[in-house]
């Protein structure tokens, strides 16, 4: 007795669309809030001379507020996706958003550094976390077969979500003065994201099962944290993304600093200043590869893709040092290694989300965010000692070229197969 296959019902069809319409309008919503939350991190350099000379404070003491506002950004990103999972994306992320905007309104009024760092560092920080592990952990659960691409996605808003900012944000410090421009983006950025962010809600029961497969199309148990951190996976996850973290921080904190030492700074390279042509390239190329490489791994697997990634950044460092005389290699290669480093922010929530399920992916990827914050106190106070030590930069490259290669062998010739026995090995779903 034959078969024969029946079409697709109206009903099902029209469903399934409306399920991927809201998909990308998961996502559109993401990366507006992501944008909303970049400036305090990347326009701070322009904040901290109007700042300083306002405070009447010396820079070191003034920077305390930007290390704050890191710390608290990844070091509580645990406790934030926690309570996230708890209360829902939608109410977290909107506080998040109000309390990113909100630090640079209560910032405009402030007359002390201690205060500084309370409403800059303090809530700036804690505000920026919550959003940040939050809008991450809800898209890996809206694009279970594109999870790479969607994390990247929203990661490269908070990357490049600046580059819209920078110059209206430098204009008005020039006209209206510091505590105007706080106050005026402030209001700006805290409006755009509660206003996206009202959007934000978790996929349904139906895409939520969908949702929890890995990159194969295979169930995925559900692990919590307290699982998650017991297993060794985790722990290699966690220490290739210091690694990766660490090694990219080490040169492209100190990039101005090497500039000038190569020479180069003063150099016209396509007609423009070579120090701000390359870390304009390099924003660019820095938000490119995160759903790039997402996208990539999405397609031909996490672990290969780590391995072609990590090693494009330690191959283009070692050549970004061994041509460090010529301008133009200078500002094409700068963009190569940032094009190598950004990716890790799809990469490894994707990977973990893949391996761990999607239950608890926002507390889970909290956990691991937290090597973010070790490479970020590591990188440029490492690179910085290494250099006073050495008084060259070859030991500096060296180690992070070094920390490069290390973690894409460990991808591919460790990661993949305990992986693979990990995601083998019977479990509930």
Known sequence: MSTRLQPMSPHIENVSTLATHTRWIQLGLGLVCMMAISSPQY?????????????GIALPELQVTFSLLIILQTFFSPFQGKLIDRFGPRALISVGTAMSGLSWVFASQVQSAPMLYLTYGVIG????????????????RWFPAQRGFAAGAVAAGYGMGAIVTTFPIAASLQARGVDATLWMFGIAFAVVGLLASQGL???????????????????????????????????????????MSTSGLMVTSQMATFAADFGVTKVLVFGMAALPLALTIDRFTNG??????????????????????????????????????????????????????????????????????????????????????????????????????????????????????????????????????????????
């Open 43 to 55: 326009v701070w350099t322009l904040m901290t001379k109007p700042l300083a000379a306002k405070l």
């Open 125 to 140: 920080g804690l505000g920026t976390g919550i959003v940040y592990v939050g809008v991450v952990g809800l898209m890996v």
């Open 201 to 243: 809600r978790v996929p349904p029961a139906h895409d939520a099962a969908g949702a929890n497969v890995n990159e194969a199309g295979s169930p995925v148990a559900n692990l919590r944290p307290s699982q998650t951190l017991r297993t060794p996976i985790f722990w290699l996850m966690f220490a290739m993304m210091t690694m």
């Open 288 to 429: 490119l590869t995160r759903p790039l490489f997402g996208w990539v791994s999405d397609r031909v697997g996490r672990e290969n893709t780590m391995f072609f990634a990590f090693a494009l950044e330690g191959v283009a460092m070692a050549l970004w040092l061994f041509t460090r005389d010529n301008a133009v290699l200078f500002v094409l290669l700068s963009g190569v290694v940032f094009f190598g480093w950004g990716e890790i922010f799809s990469l490894f929530p994707a990977t973990l989300t893949d391996t761990f399920g999607t239950r608890h992916a926002t507390e889970n990827y909290g956990w691991l965010y937290i090597s973010q914050g070790i490479g970020s106190i590591l990188g440029g106070p490492l690179a910085a000692l290494m250099h006073q030590h050495a008084g060259s930069w070859l030991p500096v490259f060296g180690a992070a070229i070094t920390l490069d290669i290390v973690t894409a062998l460990l991808a591919i010739a460790v990661l993949k197969p305990m992986r693979r026995r990990f995601l083998a090995a019977p479990r509930g779903v």
